[in-house]
């Protein structure tokens, strides 16, 4: 009798003991992901970002007659949305320029807000072009430098 007692404490030992080896490998499983597949990953988001930034910087060059200035005002803020996303899209990745998209915005938020309120929208449009060209080149920049 104490032969089966004995064998059964092995049998439920090594039950348990490849219970738990099944439980560890599950853990090691392939859902966790590399650091050049995380670096990918986040190369990815910070395209995704730049190219909304790049959308949103086009609404600033299709202004007509029916824009106003709260459309103008509307598109930078949604750039500076955008900004903020590529900050943080942009943490870890030493290649990204986007200093250059930062003070492109910069210059180009201050064209639109030193907008007097009397202004037509193409007036605007004229007055920020060089500004939204400059963030354009800064954004094309960054695009290449991560390989967007």
Known sequence: MNSSRALTRRLSFTA??????????????????????????SAQALCDSLGDLKDDTADLTTLDSDSTLDDIKDAREDIADDLKDIDDDAQGIDNAKTDAITDAYDDLKKSIDGLSGDTTASDAAQKIQPQVEQLNKAIVASQASVRC
């Open 16 to 41: 348990a003991a490849a219970g738990a080896a099944v439980l560890l490998l599950a853990g090691c499983s392939d859902d966790d992901s590399t650091p050049k597949e995380d670096a990918s990953k």
